[in-house]
DNA sequence: TACCAGGTAACGT
DNA sequence: ACGTTACATGGT
């Protein structure tokens, strides 16, 4: 096969190793594999016949290297959609200067926008996968949410195998949306949580749920209610999903368990945030919800992760 | 055993 | 429109 590849340039602030740093955050993963300096991952565009293995590098910050190492585009608007895919899985378009000069002004970020400068928040580009890592996740601890992620893979995803190694793809609705709720439910996933994701399925494979009808709302309040009508889907669940999908950058999961342990940590307090605190220090980042919270989040995890080298050493 | 985890629905007032 | 409660299930 030709040597089949092309280049997405990004802007600064961007640096890939750290974009990496968080998706190797669990062992755990099981959609993407990171190797070193770059990512391999089993990518369908929407509609195309064949899904490809694509490999992403960065050399120089500057623009994101992708090659075809199985499949190639069938046509133009096919590999228009992958490099779509991309550059929405790495926040690509989005001028990150104003966020960067943001953060780094105030005391309680600023600290974190230093160190993990360059980090664009990572997507989840398809809603399907998007939407059931949420449900997933909900009311769960991380390393469960992606258990229960890689069993559904495992069960119901394509795998594309590639020098002794294994590619998985998220399942597509149509796999899950006939799928036994008995089976599901074998997989650990709660009755609610089964019922949630057979409901988006079916939703989607009917055409009654997109990521374009959504985003073509023009509003990601309107998708939000569009969102929380369906059984299984609250309020943290939609913003979730207008945070890592619809790349909405006010999103703000502000129940989210996560968010209130890292401003915990961050400032100090010997208890949880109350909402009114999570709001008026959230004010200070207005337009960039998303990104603070996500900035936050990561910053749990780099704790944890200092926390095991201290005991290991 | 109790409590928590990147919540939600149902039901009170 | 709000505040409370029941629910489900693995991990620590």
Redesign the pocket.
């Given at each position: 096969m030709p040597d089949l590849s092309f280049e997405l340039p990004v802007s600064q602030p961007f640096r890939f190793q750290r974009c990496l740093e968080y998706m190797t955050?669990s062992p755990l993963e099981c959609l993407y594999e990171v190797d070193g300096d770059k990512v391999i991952r089993l990518i369908r565009a929407e509609g195309a016949a064949e899904s490809a293995l694509l490999e992403i590098s960065c050399p120089d910050d500057r623009a994101l290297r992708v090659r075809f190492l199985q499949g190639a585009p069938q046509s133009d608007a096919e590999l228009s959609r992958i490099q779509s895919y991309i550059r929405d899985w790495f926040d690509l378009e989005r001028d990150l200067a104003p966020w960067q000069r943001l953060a780094e002004a105030g005391p309680v970020l600023g600290p974190l926008a230093r160190s993990m400068y360059g980090l664009r928040l990572i997507g989840i580009p398809d809603l399907f996968e998007a939407l059931c890592?949420?449900?997933a996740?909900?009311?769960?601890?991380?390393?469960?949410?992606y258990?229960l992620k890689r069993r559904l893979t495992e069960a119901y995803g394509e795998a594309a195998d590639r020098e002794g190694r294994t590619y998985r793809r998220f399942p597509d609705p149509a796999a899950l949306a006939g799928a036994d709720p008995g089976e599901l439910?074998a997989l650990?996933?709660?009755?609610?949580k089964a019922a949630?994701i057979r409901e988006v399925a079916a939703l989607m494979q009917r055409g009654e749920l997109s990521r374009a009808a959504l985003l073509a709302l023009g509003d990601f309040d309107a998708a939000e209610r569009e969102l929380?009508r369906?059984?299984?889907?609250?309020?943290?669940?939609?913003h979730?999903v207008r945070?890592?999908c619809l790349r909405d950058p006010r999103a703000f999961?502000i129940?989210?368990?996560?968010?209130?342990?890292a401003v915990k940590a961050q400032l100090g307090l010997d208890r949880k945030p109350t909402p009114q605190e999570l709001q008026s220090l959230f004010a200070g980042w207005a337009g960039w919800e998303a990104y603070a919270t996500f900035y936050l989040?990561h910053s749990?995890?780099e704790l944890k992760t200092a926390a095991l080298g201290k005991d290991n050493r």
């Open positions: 955050r890592w949420a449900i996740g909900q009311q769960v601890n991380l390393a469960f949410a258990k439910q650990q996933l709660t009755k609610t949630a929380v369906v059984r299984g889907i609250g309020p943290w669940t939609a979730y945070m890592r999961p129940g989210d368990a996560g968010l209130h342990n989040w749990l995890y």
